[in-house]
């Protein structure tokens, strides 16, 4: 990683200091492009003092793609969550035990509790303590398999919103072929085990795909294998069965209260599990990342913004007697107004443009990581972004004619 930082920095010192200047060579020497107007004095402007400058606009493209990458990571975070936030929590509360007088009371005290039931869901598994994927370098501690049959019942009563792509999805093709359900808390994986072979005691089965779904939630934290009737028949012999049970219920954020009272109802061994406390937790962790690259956004952009605009200045103070002998042979404030903002404006989105470049590279390969289409964030941290470049060069801008206006 530190590798590609590296090389991302010595590119753009590199395309600032040469390649930039070939193209405003090409610009100037283009007359069909530079004698539209008063455009011929930005670009020249801007190509005169580039050779002093490169250094400076490097630094400025690596802090805004910085600011970018930041602000963009931490909202894809957020909008992740936000958006997988079912897959993690399914249930308002879940417990593993096949008793079926224990669920009858747990149903009583939830009904007689403010919390009204939405769904309910019993699932049966089995518990597969160790097993080999072929293309894992790690060792897999182990999974869980249930059948497509109840996989589909789970689904259907959940009610997801992509809930019939996930379904098409998750359906093996054939005998031998699993789903990988990635396991719950999964935030960021290398792996992707579609094609890949799982061994487990003599049987192997091939891995289809591969994909993120609601049906355990984070009760019971382990990924899960989808597969056909048949299959799973066959594996009963060799490993144990059990039974989850899941409840949805109204206003589950609340329903610490009634969490504590059926905790005392169930015994230790049934891995309890209750959405209220999980859901503090999770989103004061997610709230803390997303305000320190908020914050770290902040920085980077008031400090580019505010080298830049002192860089402008200073070029300005340097111009005025140009601007002032333009002026005398006939320049019109119209013109001079439009030629300083094309100064202004390219000198401050070069390095926008190739900073949005690198952060797009950047927040692709957590893209990748996620598995997850984070287009939406991503457009909107550059939008942000864009706006605040906006506002610097408004006020760059302003005060750089205000300094030119003062030669009269």
Not at 212 to 230: I, Q, R
Not at 306 to 323: N, Q, R, T, V
Request: glycine share 6%; aromatic share 14%; with cysteine.
């Amino acid at each position: 990683m530190l590798a590609v930082v590296i090389l991302v920095i010595i590119g753009t010192y590199f395309f600032f200091g040469s390649f930039l200047s070939v193209v405003l060579r090409y610009l100037i020497n283009n007359k069909k492009t530079m004698y539209q107007g008063v455009r011929i004095v930005g670009i020249s402007n801007i190509a005169y003092r580039l050779r002093g400058n490169y250094r400076s606009l490097a630094i400025l493209a690596v802090m805004a793609a910085t600011a970018i990458t930041a602000f963009g990571t931490s909202l894809s975070l957020k909008y992740y969550v936000d958006q997988t936030h079912s897959v993690e929590f399914p249930y308002s509360f879940s417990y593993l035990s096949e008793n079926e007088t224990l669920q009858a009371e747990v149903l009583q005290i939830i009904r007689e509790s403010e919390h009204e039931l939405k769904a309910e869901v019993q699932l049966k598994y089995l518990d597969i303590p160790s097993a080999h994927i072929t293309n894992d370098v790690w060792s897999t501690s182990g999974f869980i398999a249930v059948k497509y049959s109840d996989f589909a019942h789970v689904i259907t009563t959940l009610n997801p919103k992509n809930a019939v792509k996930i379904l098409e999805q998750a359906k093996p093709a054939r005998l031998g072929a699993v789903t990988f359900i990635e396991a719950p808390g999964t935030i960021a994986s290398v792996y992707r085990y579609t094609g890949s072979i799982v061994q487990m005691a003599s049987h192997e089965f091939l891995i289809e795909d591969y994909l993120k779904a609601p049906l355990l939630g984070s009760g019971v934290n382990m990924p899960v294998l989808v597969m056909n009737d048949e299959d799973y028949t066959l594996l009963q012999a060799d490993f144990a069965q059990h039974t989850f049970n899941g409840f949805l219920v109204e206003k589950a954020e609340g329903s610490l209260p009634l969490a504590l009272k059926l905790r005392t109802l169930l015994p230790e061994n049934s891995n309890f599990f209750a959405y209220a406390g999980a859901y503090q937790s999770s989103f004061r962790f997610i709230g803390l990342f997303f305000f320190l690259g908020g914050f770290m956004s902040i920085v980077f952009i008031l400090a580019t913004g505010s080298i830049m605009y002192f860089k402008l200045l200073s070029e300005g103070l340097a111009d005025k007697e140009k601007y002032a002998l333009l002026k005398k042979i006939g320049m019109t404030k119209d013109e001079i107004r439009r030629a300083v903002s094309t100064q202004v404006g390219l000198s401050l989105l070069l390095p926008l443009l190739l900073g949005i470049v690198h952060s797009l590279f950047a927040i692709n390969v957590l893209k990748k990581f996620l598995n997850y289409n984070l287009l939406l964030p991503t457009l909107a941290a550059i939008a942000v972004f864009a706006f605040c470049y906006a506002v610097f060069f408004t006020a760059t801008t302003k005060k750089f004619l205000q300094i030119i206006w003062e030669q009269r």
